[in-house]
């Protein structure tokens, strides 16, 4: 849905600088967020795109303070409902790139019922979740990822519950592209994005962003990744059990599928008045 | 009411029945006679089966509420009918039509005085082969009433796709049935005009579209349903779309999202869906983005009666925002204000970059009545100002004299901003700065104090030492009570406030000017517009309440009376 507008003479195609605002973040030093920020950045300007043609928007949390961090159009929103004003916005303005980023807190928690709803409906939109199994910004609950035996001050000795899985729900509840990438990898995570945004229909990428400050043992993630072994699949049966049986840390494209994404009714346009003959008596 | 006829007919029974399709029957032979109409509806909570009833006001006038008593119920059979004799008013005059083979009326009726005329509604139906004594009913009604078989005809027609010619031959035996009764016809010949039919809820659609809303988010809530269900198909018709949501908290935030595009955004929702918006509705607030909510209001707390009307959502309108959060509320106060209504309430959010609430109701939202054609363009709201391209230094939330900023639509190039709920600076950048904080405070309240709504912030009428202050769907018995207090000699004066925020403290001053004592009418229980108007407002003189929840409207006699025992106190 890109629109290239780097042709000849007209505007230089901007590099991934061009996409980075001037603002601070508010990220701890270490946080794996910041390569996600710079490999959001690159895949943008891999993708040939114009800051004022991408809207990113967000929730609430960490990884949720990047659309001020880009130079695009930002919809920093409330907590759990960054995919409902990216699915109003692309629906109204299919013209635009849209990007969601999102937390495991955001994205599984409070917003897990948007997550499934938008797997299903499929709008072109691609779905980036920093996943660190943990919430950040109120220093240190457990999400829905999170081990069951992690223990914090709300939960001590652990929630005792299961992680959730959410590359399995999305296949089951019918994302049309699913990837893992690790934040250590910022040009694995780039690629990754750019294929997301090139495939048409709602993608989904679970990037594992590690918390150096509440989950530090999280700094040996980059020992425990690897590429997924085996090319991506368009059978859901397949990438079922592919998915149910991986260790977490298969880094790729799982699953692309090719359902055709959302496309609202409408089109034409009658005037408004035309409308009143069912009133007129 | 000089030269005013009315008649208030109900047709009842149980699920199944048909007695709304027969009511919008006989409203539509009404209306193509010439006449004005209302019809409200009642029904159990059974998704099928239940006992229902059509309520009609036919008149020689347009009105918006119901008389005090139906001159004639009729009932297709007594069926857990009983269950809404409180909203089904007899008196002595009134007549009761039911079938003999259905069994007596229940004693909640009769003991009105109510004279009772059997009808073998199903022996005549039987006499056409698949033909269903609604049909009769709806002949015996518009005989009763006066309208002529051949309008009858002809709303039969416009209506039915089945079943037609044994309907009308239904209905004729019915209408010939009915020439037996004595007194009747009940309304005088009516005058002609270009009307409307057309219901609250599909008024304030049309009047969003017109506002400029191509973009509707909906999530299926009664009694607002059918609003968007009505938009569905008109908004593929003018180039807009409908995307329908997981929930209320999406449905809210996909039309922040729309909006946020550049595109003009409404949802529509009850009050159980209003709480969940609450939060995103704050969110437009401190973002500035416009978005509009129709809350057709039911009766609460929690589900409260789905199907039924309350004016409690007043105060969760206008108070429920956490924070300092200026917005626009603004209530319909008749069926056809609720086009003019949402079409303003449009307009307001988007000139001044605001969510409004259009608080229409179950009552208004779901009758169905002939109204005048309205007038083109009822609100003179700017549109939104957004921002251009090659904008040098562009700051989204800039302090400007109104409060109101250029909004850059995104696809402009050099004016890129994130739009944000947590407080911000000029330029957008989330700041902790108690400076920033109070500028931004003060720039949103001065975009709403600036507001100069006019004339349409209220309808006013009458004067005189006794005001009534209402709003909403009270407004329609208010009116006709003050219309029979001035034919008693009284001066009386109405006011109806249309745009409840924000809040216009010097307009009522000066419309409550020389008034002694002021009358609150509101429907429901804890007198929340009384509360508001105090909180809001200085209102003179000796202050009173008439009040009770939903669902029972209000009857105009009742109002009456109580401006009469107080006038004469």
């Known amino acids: 849905m890109e629109r290239r507008m780097n042709a000849p003479g007209v505007l230089a195609a901007p590099a991934a600088k061009d996409f980075k605002s001037a603002t601070k973040p508010v990220w701890c030093p270490g946080c794996g967020d910041y390569s996600v920020l710079s490999a959001i950045t690159k895949a943008l300007a891999t993708l040939g795109l114009r800051p004022e043609n991408v809207a990113v928007v967000s929730g609430i949390g960490c990884s949720s303070r990047i659309p001020a961090y880009t130079t695009c159009y930002g919809f920093h929103g409330v907590h759990g409902r960054a995919l409902p004003v990216a699915t109003g916005l692309k629906a109204a303005r299919p013209d635009l790139t849209v990007l969601v980023t999102s937390g495991d807190g955001d994205g ?35 999400s829905p990822t999170t081990e069951p035996d992690w223990s914090s001050k709300l939960a001590p000795g652990g929630t005792g519950l299961r992680e959730f899985h959410p590359l399995v729900i999305a296949l089951a509840s019918g994302a049309n592209f699913i990837a893992r990438a690790f934040s250590g990898d910022p040009n694995g995570v780039a690629a990754l994005i750019a294929e997301a945004v090139r495939h048409p229909g709602f993608s989904f990428i679970e990037v594992l962003s590690p918390c150096v400050t509440f989950r530090p043992e999280q700094r040996e993630w980059k020992t425990r990744v690897h590429p997924a072994p085996v090319e991506p699949t368009d059978d859901p049966g397949r990438a079922a059990r592919r998915l149910m049986t991986d260790d977490g840390f298969n880094i790729g494209v799982l699953y692309k599928g090719s359902r055709a994404p959302y496309r609202p009714a409408g089109g034409s346009a009658q005037r408004i008045e035309d409308l009143e003959c069912q009133f007129r008596l | 009411m000089d030269g005013n006829a009315s008649v208030s007919v109900a047709l009842a029974g149980s699920g199944g029945a048909g007695v709304m399709t027969a009511g919008n029957m006989l409203l539509e032979a009404a209306a193509l006679a010439g006449y004005y109409g209302l019809m409200t509806r009642t029904a159990g909570p059974q998704i099928r089966g239940g006992e229902a009833a059509a309520m009609l006001r036919i008149s020689t006038f347009p009105g918006d509420g119901q008389d005090d008593r139906f001159q004639v119920l009729a009932a297709i059979d007594w069926q857990n009918v009983g269950r809404f004799a409180a909203e089904l008013p007899l008196g002595p005059g009134s007549l009761i039509v039911g079938d003999p083979a259905q069994g007596e009326p229940p004693e909640v009726f009769t003991r009105s005085g109510a004279r009772y005329a059997p009808v073998p509604l199903k022996a005549l139906a039987r006499e056409v082969p698949g033909a269903w004594p609604n049909m009769v009913a709806l002949g015996v009604l518009a005989a009763l009433i006066g309208l002529s078989a051949e309008a009858l005809e002809a709303a039969a027609r416009k209506a039915m796709k089945k079943g037609l010619e044994a309907g009308i031959a239904a209905a004729q035996r019915g209408f010939a049935h009915a020439a037996q009764l004595q007194g009747y016809p009940l309304l005088p010949p009516p005058g002609k005009a270009p009307r409307w039919l057309i219901t609250g809820n599909e008024a304030a659609g049309y009047g969003a579209l017109r506002g400029g809303v191509r973009f509707v988010a909906a999530y299926p809530i009664t009694p607002a349903t059918e609003l968007l269900e009505w938009l569905s198909p008109a908004l593929a018709k003018v180039g807009g779309t409908l995307v329908q949501a997981e929930d209320e908290l999406a449905s809210i935030n996909m039309a922040l999202g729309a909006s946020f595009g550049g ?49 409690a959502d007043l105060g969760i309108a206008l108070y429920g925002l956490h924070g300092d959060a200026p917005h626009v509320v603004v209530a319909p106060n008749s069926l056809a204000d609720c086009l003019a209504a949402t079409e303003w309430a449009v307009g307001l959010a988007e000139s001044l970059q605001v969510p409004a609430i259009v608080l229409a109701d179950q009552y208004l939202g779901q009758a169905r009545g002939v109204v005048d054609v309205p007038k083109s363009n009822a609100g003179s709201a700017a549109p939104r100002l957004s921002a251009e391209a090659g904008t040098t230094a562009y700051k989204r939330y800039a302090l400007t004299p109104s409060g109101v900023s250029p909004m850059a639509i995104p696809g402009t190039a050099g004016a890129t901003y994130t739009a944000d709920g947590l407080e911000h600076s000029e330029s957008g950048t989330p700041s902790a700065q108690a400076s920033d904080h109070l500028a931004q405070m003060d720039k949103r309240a001065r975009k709403l104090a600036q507001l100069d709504p006019g004339d349409a912030w209220a309808s006013i009428e009458g004067d005189g030492e006794t005001a009534l202050v209402t709003f909403g769907s009270c407004t329609g018995p208010a009116r006709e009570a003050l219309a029979r207090a001035r034919a008693a000699g009284a001066a009386v004066r109405l006011v109806s406030l249309r745009l409840l925020a924000p809040a216009q403290p010097q307009r009522l001053k000066r419309a409550l000017q020389g008034v002694k004592r002021v009358l609150v009418l509101e429907q429901n229980h804890s007198g929340q517009f009384l509360r508001y108007l105090r909180a809001e407002y200085d209102l003179p003189g000796e202050v009173k309440s008439l009040r009770r929840p939903g669902p029972l409207p209000f009857r105009p006699a009742e109002i009456h009376e109580a401006l009469e025992q107080w006038s004469g106190a």
């Not at chain 1, 691609?126 to 609950?141: E, R, S």
């Not at chain 2, 437009?284 to 009307?309: F, L």
Request: hydrophobic share 40%; glycine share 12%; charged share 15%.
């Open chain 2, 263 to 311: 595109v003009p955004s409404l949802t529509a929702t009850s009050g159980p869906g209003l709480a969940l918006m609450i939060e995103s509705l704050g969110l437009g607030v401190a973002a500035e983005v416009p978005v509009v909510v129709v809350d057709v209001m039911r009766t609460g707390p929690s589900t409260g009666i789905a199907t039924k009307s309350e004016q």
């Open chain 1, 108 to 142: 599984y928690s409070i917003g897990g019922n948007h997550f499934l709803h938008a797997c299903r409906r499929n709008v072109d939109l691609t779905y980036i979740v920093m996943d660190n199994h943990v919430y950040g910004m109120t220093k240190g609950q457990p």
